[in-house]
């Protein structure tokens, strides 16, 4: 299941209709800080743009999946994979793989400074409640 979905708008794009990078760019760094943020039980800031890889273009009216998991968890931070796939005619199911990338976040508390990523035994669930 895709973390996050998309369709660029037309103020996305430049004059051709092909998306900005950085408008692309900012949506995978939310995407991939969504795993993080469930895995760090809190804030995350991000550290490090480790790679990012644009394969293909992306045009107002594509619909993006952005996938995202979780490949390194360490004591403050934790890295995550992102691929980004468009769906461009959605009538045929044409879809593309359009992005990949690795982010590193890192775990923060309320006072912006680091703070150690909990272990798999001290998170709460919602279904331990």
Avoid: H
């Amino acid at each position: 299941m895709p973390e996050l979905r998309v369709m660029p708008a037309p103020s996305d794009a430049n004059v051709y209709g092909d998306v900005f990078g950085g408008w692309i760019m900012a949506q995978v760094d939310i995407a991939g800080s969504l795993p993080a943020t469930r895995r760090a039980n809190g804030r995350v800031a991000t550290i490090a743009v480790n790679s990012f890889v644009f394969k293909n273009p992306v045009f107002v009216g594509d619909l993006l999946s952005f996938y995202a998991d979780i490949t390194k968890v360490g004591n403050t931070s934790i890295t995550v994979y992102v691929e980004v796939y468009a769906e461009r005619n959605r009538l045929q199911a044409n879809t593309v793989k359009v992005t990949e990338a690795t982010l590193t976040y890192v775990a923060t508390g309320d006072d912006r400074k680091p703070r150690k990523v909990p272990s798999l035994d001290e998170l709460i669930f919602p279904q331990d409640r």
